[in-house]
């Protein structure tokens, strides 16, 4: 007879052996792996520039949401950038509007969005999560909150990128193209954000994701980057998951809350951002075959893995034993 004492001993092994199954999964050598703490990671080859302004703290024994904001503002910061913060393109009206999110180990987080004439948008995203009751501020509102706060106002749009526009300009249809980031000077693929995941010496672990979003969109779009659960999430009982690629199909999915919900089920990061790449493509499996969104994770072990739709992706991991590790990650499609 199926007792209630062997249902509960059954139950009790079952559980012990959840615990015990994230440590013998095994990932990829070239996806994915484990990480002696510190560790910083992030999404696409400008990642290595931006790990190693992370790890400028991380190596100090600096906090994970500290390491973050100082890493992604490398980017930011890089004039050859044209996804990322004050040389992003503008959007279709020619304004550069950029979007950032920002947590902590606490839960806590802070995000900016549509926001024009600040350089820095991950700064001003912590500051609305250290000196505001809210999570988000946008456009104007944003714009206000970081001038009075001692930001700096600047124009954003570069000579370099209102060429870019004005080119755009000449053959572009004003409607939504749901792959234009396809179309990209140079690019298959417009590598429109940053995002980071660290995890500091004391296990703890932060993410930060900023973006000036998809080059020529209509104004006041806004992507997956600054918000919450899309672009980026953290529980510090579990890891932390960052998204990159079209911000619209990561929003429907919630995907980096998605990636850190199976890792808390047992999944190892790679096997966690490929099960919500294939929800992207189970629900729009035609929209998938023409579009690209990638997914990176950690977990509390250090251990860390990506996965997208399109081949392309990569991600760059900083460590006591390599700064510059650019890893190749694994796709859906690899044509």
Known sequence: MYNRRKFIKLSAIGASMASIFPRIVKADPET??????????????????????????LSKGGRALDAVEAGVKIPEADMKNHTVGRAGYPDRDGFVTL??????????????AAMEDIAHPI????????KTPHV????????????????????????????????????????????????????????????MLALDSKGNISGACTTSGMAFKMHGRVGDS??????????????????TGVGEEVIRNVGSFLVVELMRRGYSPEDACREAVNRIIKKKPQTAK????????INKKGEYGAYAIQKGFSFAVCNKEKQD??????????S
Not at 36 to 43: D, G, K
Not at 99 to 112: H, K, L, P, Q, Y
Not at 175 to 192: A, F, R
């Open 32 to 57: 994915g792996g484990k990480s002696t703490l510190p560790v910083v990671i992030s999404t696409w080859d400008f990642g290595i520039a931006a790990n190693a302004g992370a790890w400028a703290v």
């Open 99 to 112: 979007d950032a999110c920002i947590m902590d180990e606490f839960g806590n987080c802070g995000s900016v």
């Open 226 to 243: 600054p918000i919450i659960g899309a672009g980026l999430y953290v529980d510090n009982e579990v890891g932390g998951a960052t998204s």
């Open 136 to 195: 988000m501020l946008v456009g104007d509102g944003a714009r206000q909150f970081a001038i009075e706060n001692g930001m700096k106002k600047e124009h954003l749009l570069t000579p370099e990128s209102e060429k870019e526009w004005k080119k755009w300009l000449k053959k572009a249809e004003y409607k939504p193209v749901m792959n234009i980031e396809n179309q990209m000077p140079g690019s298959k693929y417009n590598h429109d954000t940053i995002g």
């Open 290 to 297: 023409e579009i690209q969104v990638g997914f990176l994770a």
């Open 325 to 334: 590790l650019l890893i190749k990650g694994k796709s859906f499609y690899n």
């Open 123 to 130: 700064s001003v995203a912590r500051m609305v999560m250290e």
